[in-house]
Nanobody, 123 residues
């Protein structure tokens, strides 16, 4: 079973930054698509950023320009840089991976998931 482990979450003041990491048990080349999702209690897990074929990226409108996604093949690690954090960014952030190209960017498209890392932004 593929393992993904997130880290880097924490508590930060609005306007601050955090860097989330997702360490994979296999090389990142095994995954056609990798993504970051986030979820708050009572709400569906929503896609935040995705990096797919040819490292093409796509972002939710709410984080576009603030949360660049990147990957380090040498370290088998996916990153999400959280900049200019807002209170509404507070959520559990999850790393997801798919061995196949994702055409519908929903939770069900990603077979592998990490345990999540909590990000709390206060005013």
């Amino acid at each position: 079973q593929v393992q993904l482990v997130e880290s880097g979450g924490g508590s930060v003041q609005a306007g601050g930054s955090l860097r989330l990491s997702c360490a994979a048990s296999r090389g990142l080349s095994n995954y056609a698509c990798m993504a970051w999702f986030r979820q708050t209690p009572g709400k569906e897990r929503e896609g935040v950023a995705i990096i797919g074929t040819a490292d093409i990226t796509n972002y939710a409108d709410s984080v576009k320009g603030r949360f660049p996604i990147s990957k380090d093949y040498a370290k088998n690690t996916l990153y999400l840089q959280l900049n200019s954090l807002k209170t509404e960014d507070t959520a559990m952030y999850y790393c997801g991976a798919s061995e196949y190209i994702v055409v519908t960017a929903t939770r069900a498209d990603y077979k592998y998931w990490g345990q999540g890392t909590q990000v709390t932004v206060s005013s």
